[in-house]
Antibody, heavy 120, light 111 residues
Framework: QITLRESGPALVKPTQTLTLTCNFSGFSLTTAGVGVGWIRQPPGKALEWLAL???????DYSPSLKNRLTITKDTSKNQVILTMTDMDPVDTGTYYC????????????WGQGTLVTVSS | QSALAQPPSVSGAPGQRVTIACTGSWYDIGGGYGVHWYQQLPGTAPRLLIY???NRPSGVPDRFSGSRSDTSASLAITGLQAEDEADYYCQSYDTRLNAYVFGTGTKVTVL
């Protein structure tokens, strides 16, 4: 059974850096084709893809947020970490991590999401 | 990157058939990685509904079906049920930008 769980601060102040951790089980991030990504959703709005890291440590980033994002993995801990710098109230939303299991580029497994509010 | 275009809302009576269109480009839907569909019930995480244009993961009712043609795709729900009331998103991969891209989302209302 594949599970993913996001964790991180519920509240961050403007200009601070957000660090989110995705803990996963049921698959290995060393298997060819596998990846873990991050997607966010502002309240009442659409999904927005942020970043994804692959089994071979290749990384894809949203072009519009690339300068603020860093995604890393710790395969020994089954963790993927996303950092986002210079947080702003418009970054408020639910942040999900998701599992990509092959080269179809779909995301069959998602965490429950973690709500991050940016406010002073 | 630009989001894939979807209608904001569609509605239908129980038992009817509704379709949701998703429009992209030759770099994403037409770019070789296909298109996938997700259902998001209120207050929950998205759930994969259709992958690679027209394939259903195990557990997804066959009332849901997908199709793709060139740079657009569609999701059809036949025999609409009250529990189908949710937001639906298409998703693909932009081969020019090396970026995943979601649709703008469609809210399905069961009348």
């Amino acid at each position: 059974q594949i599970t993913l769980r996001e964790s991180g601060p519920a509240l961050v102040k403007p200009t601070q850096t957000l660090t989110l951790t995705c803990n996963f089980s049921g698959f290995s991030l060393t298997t060819a084709g596998v990846g873990v990504g991050w997607i966010r959703q502002p309240p009442g709005k659409a999904l927005e893809w942020l970043a994804l890291i692959y089994w071979d440590n290749d990384k894809d980033y949203s072009p519009s947020l690339k300068n603020r994002l860093t995604i890393t993995k710790d395969t020994s801990k089954n963790q993927v970490i996303l950092t986002m710098t210079d947080m702003d109230p418009v970054d408020t939303g639910t942040y999900y991590c998701a599992h990509r299991h092959d080269n179809t580029a779909c995301l069959p497994d998602w965490g429950q999401g973690t709500l991050v509010t940016v406010s002073s | 990157q630009s989001a894939l275009a979807q209608p904001p809302s569609v509605s239908g009576a129980p038992g009817q058939r509704v379709t949701i269109a998703c429009t992209g480009s030759w770099y994403d839907i037409g770019g070789g990685y296909g298109v996938h569909w997700y259902q998001q019930l209120p207050g929950t995480a998205p759930r994969l509904l259709i992958y690679a244009s027209n394939n259903r993961p195990s557990g997804v009712p066959d009332r849901f079906s997908g199709s793709r043609s060139d740079t657009s795709a569609s999701l059809a729900i036949t025999g609409l049920q009250a529990e189908d009331e949710a937001d639906y998103y298409c998703q693909s991969y932009d081969t020019r930008l090396n970026a995943y891209v979601f649709g703008t989302g469609t809210k399905v209302t069961v009348l």
